[in-house]
């Protein structure tokens, strides 16, 4: 599939509001930065509903039906491997601080049930709500393709209510990484990828328009310290993350620049392996100083060249030698 404009723009966008947004957490003790952080991560959420059902969808346009196993074999191919040199090394460098049921969650991408997660492997709890999501769409997908927006939008109704529920029982805060909890941003960007190809071109006053909850939500959040509020449940975080599928959809119309110029472009490319890498150098329980934000874009250059891109290229080899194999048998 050919790249789509302007989405590895937004990825740096999204890795730089993690980033910046957890060192200015940590070092000024600020509640609005580490809401920044999370509004990383919930476009990281869009972006991937968004691109993985556009996957899906033009796999059952092309073949009426979608193979689960070549598409888990290809996010293995995608996320595994950088993700398990990153925890071999921290399971490595923090042994001691470490218990079995933590290595274990976070090897099985459940980081986001284990509640009592080590400050160095907090951030993988968005990856195991990632996998989990590659895990349950694809085949939901498949099973029950006619009823696919139905499906979506129940999901988006009733993650609100499990928030709820999660603090009505007490169990707020870390409740809130479980994947129920997260699956109604991830079930936008499906929406979104069902309905681009209808939606008109978006006017550049109305991106203007849905910037404004994008950046005034998290302020709120930040003011409020991540309490909820059944306004932020029921009305500002919905508007933010419509305005965030809103924006995504005219940055792909639009394709601007500077979204899209080599270097900008790099940096949404290497966003996963930063990510990954991120949480050492710029979190945890002590400040850090400004520069080694540049020590996690070294260790993320690392892992984007010498673990993700060698996989990649297998994963290249492998598909190319299956239509080989294809060809032959039609062949014959």
């Known amino acids: 599939m050919s790249r789509i404009p302007s989405l590895d723009g937004l990825r740096a966008i999204s890795i730089l509001l993690v980033v910046v947004g957890h060192w200015a957490e940590l070092r000024y003790h600020s509640d609005i930065a580490g809401a920044f952080a999370n509004l990383g991560v919930r476009i990281f959420f869009i972006i991937s509903g968004f691109l993985i059902t556009t996957l899906l969808l033009k796999e059952h346009a092309k073949t009426s039906t979608i193979s689960l196993r070549e598409f888990y074999i290809r996010r293995a191919y995608r996320i595994l491997p950088a993700a398990y040199v990153f925890m071999l090394a921290a399971f490595v460098i923090f042994w001691r601080d470490l218990r079995w049921i933590h290595m274990a969650a976070a090897a099985l991408y459940l980081a986001n049930f284990d509640f009592a997660h080590p400050w160095f492997l907090g951030h993988l709890w968005s990856l195991s709500v990632e996998e989990q999501f590659y895990f349950l769409w694809p085949g939901v997908l498949k099973r ?5 927006v ?6 988006v109704a009733i993650a609100p209510v499990y928030r709820i529920a999660c603090h009505l029982l007490g169990l707020r805060g870390r409740a809130d990484e479980t ?43 930040g003011v409020l310290r991540f309490h909820l509020t059944p306004a932020l449940l029921f009305v500002l975080w919905p508007l933010m993350h419509l305005s965030i599928a809103g924006l995504l959809v005219h940055a ?14 790099w940096l949404g490319k290497i966003s996963y392996s930063l990510y990954l890498w991120q949480q050492l150098f710029v979190f945890g ?25 060698p996989m990649l290229r297998l994963r290249e080899r492998r598909l190319e030698k299956r239509k080989l194999l294809a ?5 014959a």
């Not at 060809?327 to 062949?331: D, I, L, M, R, S």
Request: hydrophobic share 55%; proline share 7%.
């Open 252 to 265: 792909v119309q639009r394709a601007y620049w500077f979204l899209n110029v080599k270097p900008v472009v």
């Open 285 to 309: 329980q002590h400040p850090r100083p400004w520069y080694l934000m540049f020590a996690a874009v070294a260790m993320a250059c690392a892992s984007y060249y010498l673990v993700e891109q």
């Open 327 to 331: 060809k032959f048998a039609e062949a």
């Open 179 to 221: 994947f129920p909890a997260v699956a109604d941003i991830l079930a936008i960007g499906c929406l979104l990828a069902l309905s681009s190809h209808r939606l008109p071109k978006i006017k550049t006053s109305w991106a203007v328009a849905m910037f404004l909850p994008v950046v005034t939500v998290p302020i709120y959040m």
């Open 150 to 155: 139905g499906i979506l939008v129940s999901v």
């Open 144 to 148: 029950w393709f006619h009823h696919r």
